[in-house]
């Protein structure tokens, strides 16, 4: 549905799920565009070079492959703490709000220190991109197979 507008999108989406629910059937969905597998699919298959990285819930994929989550923070008044790198990478700063990269099994840790520590207005924890996720599994697979000849000459080019 890539190349359809917004709300055809929707209703090709909405047919799949009414058709697939009333014929008790399976689609077999093949694609690139994660918006439509995020909202069409519960189970995922991710092949890279013919080998099987994944098989089974696709909210799985980020659990298994993705070690970190965004924290979006809102402080009170116009400037952020400039201690916040002790919590994660800081990856984006205009006060008084700050995006946090953090490791996903301390955020409850992570977020009871910065709420006991600072004034904060608001909080957001977001997983990343599945996008991003499937992109970077893909991309560590190729440099993980390459010959050291290979990997020598991309690390060269970069």
């Not at 694609?31 to 994944?54: Q, T």
């Not at 965004?70 to 400037?79: C, K, P, V």
């Not at 000849?149 to 080019?157: G, K, V």
């Amino acid at each position: 549905t890539i190349g359809l507008y917004v709300v055809s999108q929707r209703k090709v989406q909405e047919f799949l799920r009414y058709y697939q629910t009333q014929q008790k059937i399976t689609v077999l969905l093949t694609s690139h565009y994660m918006k439509d597998v995020e909202a069409l699919c519960k189970r995922a298959i991710i092949i890279n070079h013919g080998r099987i990285r994944h098989d089974g819930p696709l909210a799985d994929i980020l659990d298994r492959f993705s070690t970190w989550k965004i924290m979006d923070l809102q402080f009170a008044g116009t400037e952020v703490p400039g201690d916040l790198a002790r919590f994660g990478e800081v990856i984006e700063s205009r006060p008084p709000r700050v995006r946090l990269k953090v490791p996903r099994n301390r955020i409850p840790e992570i977020l009871n220190a910065l709420l006991s520590s600072y004034s904060i207005e608001d909080v957001g924890v977001q997983e990343r991109p599945l996008e991003e996720v499937i992109a970077e599994l893909f991309t560590s697979d190729s440099e993980s197979s390459a010959t050291p000849d290979e990997r020598s000459l991309a690390t060269a080019a970069e």
